[in-house]
């Protein structure tokens, strides 16, 4: 006998959006003392004007459950609609249970599946990938994939490598079935070799057998700007260009581009370097946002589509890489206008 499965395969789409940004704006000004920079430093070098942090009573499942309700809002459903729940983030405070399940919880949203994803600020493109292969077999109807961190949490406020870069946000969509392909094959790989250029700093990298982790420090993020910006300006143009290909359409047919929001400079290395035509809308969510990690894709598509309402419903190639290293991208439809 061979075995049956029920679910037919089917197209999916991104229904909606949903973003959530703290309310306390910190500018280059308040960190540039204990790492004797400026603010013109910061701005020619990343792009970054200012950044949200979260404040002390603001949690990193505050911030998702806000962008939740928003994204299944705009996709004219309930939380008794959604069916899974996936969060991807790096800084949720606790091994298990997961960030996931405190958002399902607190939303209402009972029985979903329901995990988390470390794919660091490539987190976001990874759960798309998986949502809509999940979507796409039958696994779940309606997914809510989540971005969301709180790197504020994790930083080193004299370290002159990251300090100024991380930020705190939430982005949120809801992934379900279409009539056409909404969301074309993802991508996802890997550089392992290089897993040590962005790490929370100590890691379990350093714990040895016996090590009494009890007198272990708080970890905070740590990388190697100069080797990060390289891998991401070479590898990840490479790895944009061939998910084009894959998606069957040209350059041009590709009306927005949203990367994640590492770097100004890496923004603009990329679209060079894919050769973007001009048409393209790039985000560039960056210079207020920072680099939200998970969170930067999500957030920067809310941008873009409040920005520019006329790329609801147009074609999107979403670009995530990060610590790991790892990275993952698809091209999409971008999400109609909201139904409320
Ligand atoms: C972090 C980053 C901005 C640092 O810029 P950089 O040009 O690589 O900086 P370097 O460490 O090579 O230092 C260059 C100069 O700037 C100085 N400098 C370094 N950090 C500085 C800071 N925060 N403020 C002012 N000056 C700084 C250095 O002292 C050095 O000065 P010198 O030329 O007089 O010796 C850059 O490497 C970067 O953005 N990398 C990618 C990071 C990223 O995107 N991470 C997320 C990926 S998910």
Redesign the pocket.
Known sequence: MSIKNSAPMRNTQILSVGAFRPARVVPNSELVER????DE??QQ??GIATRHWAGADESLADMAVEASKIAIKRAGLTAADIDTVIFATITYPYQTPSASTEVALRLGIENSAAFDINA??AGFCYSVGVASDMVRSGTSTYALVIGAEKISDFLDLDD??TS??FADGAGAVVIGPSDHVGIGKTMMGSDVSNREA?SMVPSWLDYKPGANLAQTSWPVIH?E??K??RW?VYEIAKVGKEIIADSGLTPDEIAAFIP?Q??ER?IDSLAKSMELPESVAIARDIRTTG?TSAASVPLAMDALLAERPELHGKNALLLG???GLVYAGQVVELPPVPKK
């Open positions: 790492i004797d920079s400026s430093w910061i070098r990343t660091a600020c002159r490598a100024f870069i962005i990388q700007g100069q990060v910006f991401a994640h590492a770097n890496i680099n890489f990060g610590a």
